[in-house]
T-cell receptor, first 113, second 111 residues
């Protein structure tokens, strides 16, 4: 079974703090993704990576950066957290290439106060 | 127009009922289609892929209509445990790594 883990289930941070969200997958997947999910808006892609040290912007990259130093780990960084970044953050991974199903981690519910 | 559109519901049905959801997509060049299930406060999980010829997995049947650009999911003999949000998912051709998720259709199965 594919296993995707995320460092925290719940996180509370203050406005302006730097926030790190970590994601690890154990299936040797090349592709990894970060989404946020908000009521009524569905899942929106923030960034994705198709190889170590490679990254591409998704649909809403503003205010975020990512790091992929190892194949199994993909980090999402909020450089200066703001209240509008309060959301559920979901990491996913998939096989190399395009169009394959993605496997999700349990999510991190981030609250920025 | 959204790339993937679904009726948000909720669909409220009794146990044992048959229920069907439709989803429309805008990109005629899309090649991969999926249904995901998401329970409250949980992550989305793959329910089934959708193939051109249609496919069935137990009580669940998925169909693809390329001409009309819609995907359907049929659930027969609904169980209480089927209560969840069902997400329609399509890949994009501008960047084939990406999947586009619909906002989901909520299903409530009552005793």
């Amino acid at each position: 079974d594919v296993k995707v883990t995320q460092s925290s289930r719940y996180l509370v941070k203050r406005t302006g703090e730097k926030v790190f969200l970590e994601c690890v997958q154990d299936m040797d997947h090349e592709n990894m993704f970060w989404y946020r999910q908000d009521p009524g808006l569905g899942l929106r892609l923030i960034y994705f990576s198709y190889d170590v040290k490679m990254k591409e912007k998704g649909d809403i990259p503003e205010g975020y950066s990512v790091s992929r130093e190892k194949k199994e780990r993909f980090s999402l960084i909020l450089e200066s957290a703001s209240t509008n970044q309060t959301s559920m953050y979901l990491c996913a991974s998939s096989r190399p290439g395009g169009g394959y199903e993605q496997y999700f981690g349990p999510g991190t519910r981030l609250t920025v106060t | 127009r959204k790339e993937v559109e679904q009726d948000p519901g909720p669909f409220n049905v009794p146990e044992g009922a048959t229920v069907a959801f439709n989803c429309t997509y805008s990109n005629s060049a899309s090649q991969s289609f999926f249904w995901y299930r998401q329970d409250c406060r949980k992550e989305p999980k793959l329910l089934m892929s959708v193939y051109s010829s249609g496919n069935e997995d137990g009580r669940f049947t998925a169909q693809l209509n390329r001409a009309s650009q819609y995907i359907s999911l049929l659930i027969r003999d609904s169980k209480l445990s089927d209560s969840a949000t069902y997400l329609c998912v399509v890949n994009t051709m501008d960047s084939s790594y990406k999947l586009i998720f619909g906002s989901g259709t909520r299903l409530l199965v009552r005793p």
